[in-house]
């Protein structure tokens, strides 16, 4: 069974905070995405990762920064949180960019 | 640029009567196509794919969906459904040429069944 785990599941900070969101793997899988999920607009890319400290900008990267020291790990990481960053926060995995991708269970961040 | 769209925000249904939520995509080429669904406080599961070969896929539960390439739609079926469908359906497009390889997500439709 494929795991992708988040490192919490609800999170509450204040404006101006610096967050880190973090996401495990145990399938060895190179590709490792960050999304954020909000009704109505489905999900929406932040950024991407295809390696070992490798990344890429996604849809919506602004605000947003991460880190992929290794290779079953995955950041997400909010320089100074605002609360229009509250949001659900979606970890996905792949082993190919262009096949399917497996979901952890979410972060429900909340900014106040 | 790359876009997916399900026509439907909400639908509800009572038991036993059939589903079909539409997905269509933006342009075509060869594409991989995927449905998934979140079942309410859970996380986004794989519903079933579409990479090549018989255009109708099966998928868990008893869902399936037909990939008509000459009208860019992908859209889900199932004949009965079950009040234990209640979830929210996210159809999602990657594009292998001419594309970033990036998967693309509709903005969900989310289904109620009502017993």
């Known amino acids: 069974d494929v795991k992708v785990t988040q490192s919490s599941r609800y999170l509450v900070k204040r404006t101006g905070e610096k967050v880190f969101l973090e996401c495990v793997q145990d399938m060895d899988h190179e590709n490792m995405f960050w999304y954020r999920q909000d009704p109505g607009l489905g999900l929406r890319l932040i950024y991407f990762?295809?390696?070992?400290?490798?990344?890429e900008k996604g849809d919506i990267p602004e605000g947003y920064s991460v880190s992929r020291e290794k290779k079953e790990r995955f950041s997400l990481i909010l320089e100074s949180a605002s609360t229009n960053q509250t949001s659900m926060y979606l970890c996905?995995?792949?082993?190919?960019?262009?096949?399917?991708?497996?979901f952890g269970p979410g972060t429900r961040l909340t900014v106040t | 640029a790359q876009s997916v769209s399900q026509h439907n925000h909400h639908v509800i249904l009572s038991e036993a009567a059939s589903l079909e939520l539409g997905c269509n995509y933006s342009y075509g080429g060869t594409v991989n196509l995927f449905w998934y669904v979140q079942y309410p406080g859970q996380h986004l599961q794989l519903l079933l794919k579409y990479f090549s070969g018989d255009p109708l896929v099966k998928g868990i539960k008893g869902f399936e969906a037909e990939f008509i390439k000459s009208k860019f739609s992908f859209n889900l079926r199932k004949p009965s459904v079950q009040w234990s469908d209640t979830a929210e359906y996210f159809c999602?497009?990657?594009?292998?040429?001419?594309?970033?390889?990036?998967?693309?997500f509709g903005k969900g439709t989310k289904l109620t069944v009502n017993p």
């Open positions: 990762s295809y390696d070992v400290k490798m990344k």
């Open positions: 999602a497009v990657n594009w292998m040429e001419g594309g970033s390889e990036k998967l693309v």
């Open positions: 996905a995995i792949s082993r190919d960019p262009t096949y399917e991708q497996y």
